[in-house]
């Protein structure tokens, strides 16, 4: 079941000082909708149009990821709120369209950062996890190609087990696996480079990770009392943190 009560408008755009051909930002913006219109959308459930637009002529209501020069602490891109609408930013580097799409997608799977679903613990604990719903991190290193752009591969609602979201479809990018490409080969794992937080039943966060040649599990820690990012706010600046 979608997220959303009425199918989102997502704006690409960029700020000023990108030098950026129009071509260049239509294209990346047709092959986003390609890929949400014929891949995500059915799968996930969940349609969205995106536009393209140049700097300062985005419409009010919509969704907007904005291309910026340069991002603080290094990060490529991260999703959140501004004037209470979802939002990304995206670094300017030469695979940016593919940053694009995995904040896209992300957004629409999650559009406030805090979407649990109760899963298996990732650990082999035999207890019961919240796992938030973060639908490119556990392959990100994977992508396909959408009219010769290289867009973001993305896992599967059935990566979750046992959910209610309707729309699941199998990998048409593979004949088994539980993301698009088939990179990702049995719920709640990893590709190698990507990562999956939880929550237990304390309130701590949890990090299954498949960075470099070795896989781990890293201990995150509460969100404080007082502390009002959303989890996925919370998550990007401990992964950050970690060096990621």
């Given at each position: 079941m979608s997220p959303h009560a009425i199918p989102p408008l997502v704006a690409l755009t960029h700020d000023a000082d990108v030098k950026m051909p129009p071509a260049q930002l239509a294209a990346v913006g047709a092959a986003l909708q390609k890929q949400v219109t014929r891949d995500f959308g059915p799968i996930w459930g969940v349609p969205a149009t995106v536009s393209a637009f140049p700097p300062g002529t985005v419409p009010p209501g919509y969704?907007?990821?904005?291309?910026?020069?340069?991002?603080?602490?290094?990060?490529?891109?991260?999703?959140?709120?501004?004037?209470?609408?979802?939002?990304?930013?995206?670094?300017?580097?030469?695979?940016?369209?593919l940053?694009?799409?995995?904040?896209?997608?992300?957004?629409?799977?999650?559009?406030?950062?805090?979407?649990?679903?109760?899963?298996?613990?990732?650990?082999?604990t035999n207890k019961r996890v919240r796992?938030?719903?973060?639908?490119?991190?556990?392959?990100?290193?994977?992508?396909?190609?959408?009219?010769?752009?290289?867009?973001?591969?993305?896992?599967?609602?059935?990566?979750?087990?046992?959910?209610?979201?309707?729309?699941?479809?199998?990998?048409?990018?593979?004949?088994?696996?539980?993301?698009?490409?088939?990179?990702?080969?049995?719920?709640?794992?990893?590709?190698?480079?990507?990562?999956?937080?939880?929550?237990?039943?304390?309130?701590?966060w949890w990090q299954q990770r498949w960075w470099g040649a070795r896989r781990s599990v890293a201990r995150l820690g509460r969100i404080g009392e007082g502390d009002s990012r959303a989890p996925r706010a919370f998550i990007d600046a401990e992964t950050r943190r970690s060096g990621r």
């Open positions: 969704w907007t990821i904005l291309v910026q020069k340069q991002q603080p602490g290094g990060t490529l891109g991260y999703h959140h709120r501004d004037h209470r609408e979802p939002a990304a930013i995206v670094e300017h580097t030469r695979d940016w369209a940053t694009a799409s995995h904040e896209l997608l992300e957004m629409l799977a999650d559009p406030w950062g805090s979407r649990l679903v109760v899963a298996d613990d990732p650990r082999g796992v938030l719903v973060e639908a490119c991190d556990p392959c990100e290193n994977f992508s396909y190609s959408v009219d010769g752009i290289a867009v973001s591969d993305f896992v599967l609602p059935g990566y979750y087990g046992p959910h209610r979201w309707r729309g699941e479809g199998k990998s048409p990018g593979g004949p088994s696996g539980y993301s698009f490409t088939g990179a990702v080969a049995a719920p709640l794992s990893l590709a190698k480079g990507g990562y999956l937080s939880f929550v237990d039943a304390k309130g701590v």
